[in-house]
Every structure is written in structure tokens, then in C-alpha cells.
């Protein structure tokens, strides 16, 4: 499939997506937002392809935010349908049954960091900058930003992040516990794609169950996540990998799963 805006290059499992339009710092317009949504379908269902690694091309952006030149002129109801063709993006990383992960290699702003925040977790480089400037601009996160960040560091941090508008290092972040770990810049792609390999080396489907049981039981009061996580856990038992990879383990051998 060709994309204006998109990158991507599929290595041993690993596709690298990058968002390649440098010249506005990787701002999501509608268009870039269509491709990441065909993309990620693309991506699914594409049966060489294990994981997803995430980045923007050039030195400075991951994504500096949404379009600001497209979103200027724009009417109460094309702000919110706008919105929301940005949150069916996240949302379809959210349901993917493959992991994606976020190597933010410069800023991420409003919209880009939503779009992190998006993936299943994130790799920084000691350059990246992250923040939501969208109160300096008169307006909120608009990409489920408000709800996935106060879900993930709780509503103080997040309080703090949305109500100043600041921008806040690799480090912070880290520490926050918004990003998993920090790289050089020039190590954090293949940092990233050696994550990326370590899971696409495992079973697939102990994956995608696993990603399903967190991010569906993040929605539900705990019993019944240990309900729906028990639920998932049995119908792996139906699975030839489960056989495969309990046998291989009693065998002492690495297993050869088939993603079935
Ligand atoms: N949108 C459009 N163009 C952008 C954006 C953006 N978000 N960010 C950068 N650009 C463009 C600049 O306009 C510039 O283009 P040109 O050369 O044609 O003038 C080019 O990229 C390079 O940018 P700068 O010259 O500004 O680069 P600097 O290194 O000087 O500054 C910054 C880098 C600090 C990242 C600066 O570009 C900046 O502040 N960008 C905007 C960041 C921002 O505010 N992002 C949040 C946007 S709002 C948002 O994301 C809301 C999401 C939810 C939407 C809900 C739907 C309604």
C-alpha cells in the first residue's frame, strides 16, 4: 500500500512505522491520521509482522502535535469530528492484537504524545520533549490524552502537565513513569527493534491474550478483570501453542510456535 506520509519497513517480525512529514515536525493532519488508521489495519492483518515499533523521521519530532494550521480555522463540529478520527487511531492500537512500541525520538507534543501514550509502551531519547501545550493554543488533548495519561501517572502529574502547558525531559518522563527507558539517540531505534524482536521470539497469541487481558481489565472494576483474565487464560489451554510451549519446556528446547 503507498502512503504520502508513512514510512515502513518490515525487518525479522518488526515493522518500523514512521511518520515522515519533517517538514511540519510530523503534525497529525486528517491526512496522516487516515494513513496511521489504514496502516495499522494493514499491519494486523499483514501475517510477517509481529510487533510495531512507532517513530517520527528527522533529528528534531517524534510528532510535534496536531495540525495547528489545519485545526485553525475549524468549526465547533469539525474540532470534535477531528478529534475523534485522532482517537480511532489510538484506539486501533489500543485493540490490536500485535504490540506497538513508541521510540519518541524528539518532541512530543499535544497530539504526538497522545499518540504515544497510544502505544503499548514508550522509548525515549534523551533528546525527546513531551508535553501538552494544548491550554497555550485555547483548547484540551483532544486524542484521549486526558483520559491515557491520568490513567497512566495518575490525575497530579497529569494535572500539572495539562493545566501548565510545559514541556518535560526524557528523564522526567521516565521518572514519571510515562516512559519505560531512556536511550541515546542514536541507540533508541535499535533499542526499540531489539524489544520488538525479544517479542516477536515468544508465542504470539500468549501476547495478544496478554495485551487484550491489561488493557480490557484496565476498563473494569478488579473482580471482573480477574474474571475476564481467567476467562483468556483457559481458552489459551485450547490453543496448540500452549501444548507446544509446555512441551518444549519439559523437553528442554525452544519452543516452535505456530500461533494457533
Ligand atoms: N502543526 C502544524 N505545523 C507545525 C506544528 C504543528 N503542531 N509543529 C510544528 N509545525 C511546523 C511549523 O509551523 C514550521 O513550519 P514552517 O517552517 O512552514 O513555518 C515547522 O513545523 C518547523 O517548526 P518550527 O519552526 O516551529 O520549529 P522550532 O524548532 O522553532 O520549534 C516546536 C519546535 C517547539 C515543536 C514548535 O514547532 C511548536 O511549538 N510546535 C507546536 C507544538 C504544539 O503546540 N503542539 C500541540 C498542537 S495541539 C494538539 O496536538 C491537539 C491534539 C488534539 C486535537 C483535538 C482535535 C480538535
Not at 510528532?63 to 465547533?76: C, F, L, N, R, T
Not at 482517537?87 to 519518541?104: D, F, R, Y
Not at 525515549?124 to 501538552?132: E, I, P, T, V
Request: with cysteine; aromatic share 8%.
Amino acid at each position: 500500500m503507498e502512503y504520502k506520509n508513512l514510512l515502513i519497513e518490515t525487518t525479522d517480525a518488526v515493522a518500523t512505522l514512521t511518520v515522515n512529514r519533517p517538514q511540519a515536525l510530523n503534525a497529525l493532519n486528517s491526512e496522516v491520521l487516515d494513513e496511521l488508521g489504514r496502516a495499522l489495519y494493514q499491519l494486523e492483518y499483514d501475517s510477517a509482522v509481529k510487533v510495531v515499533v512507532l517513530t517520527g523521521a528527522g533529528e528534531k519530532a517524534f510528532v510535534a502535535g496536531a495540525d495547528i494550521k489545519e485545526m485553525a480555522d475549524m468549526s465547533s463540529y469539525e474540532g470534535h469530528r477531528f478529534a475523534v478520527k485522532g482517537q480511532h487511531v489510538m484506539m486501533a492500537m489500543e485493540k490490536m492484537k500485535k504490540p506497538v512500541i513508541a521510540a519518541v525520538n524528539g518532541f512530543a507534543l499535544g497530539g504526538g504524545l497522545e499518540l504515544a501514550l497510544g502505544c503499548d509502551f514508550i522509548y525515549a531519547s534523551q533528546k525527546a520533549k513531551l508535553g501538552f501545550p494544548e491550554v497555550t493554543l485555547g483548547i484540551i488533548p483532544g486524542f484521549g490524552g486526558t483520559q491515557n495519561l491520568s490513567r497512566l501517572i495518575g490525575p497530579n502529574k497529569a494535572n500539572e502537565m495539562i493545566f501548565t502547558g510545559r514541556m518535560i525531559g526524557a528523564e522526567k518522563a521516565c521518572s514519571w513513569g510515562i516512559v519505560n527507558e531512556v536511550f541515546a539517540p542514536e541507540e533508541l531505534l535499535d533499542k526499540a527493534r531489539e524489544t520488538a524482536a525479544a517479542i516477536a521470539g515468544v508465542g504470539s497469541l500468549g501476547v495478544a491474550y496478554a495485551k487484550d487481558a491489561i488493557a480490557n481489565g484496565l476498563n473494569m472494576v478488579k473482580e471482573d478483570g480477574f474474571r475476564y483474565e481467567a476467562s483468556l487464560f483457559g481458552v489459551l489451554f485450547a490453543t496448540e501453542d500452549q501444548k507446544e510451549g509446555m512441551a518444549a519446556f519439559v523437553e528442554k528446547r525452544k519452543a516452535a510456535f505456530k500461533n494457533r
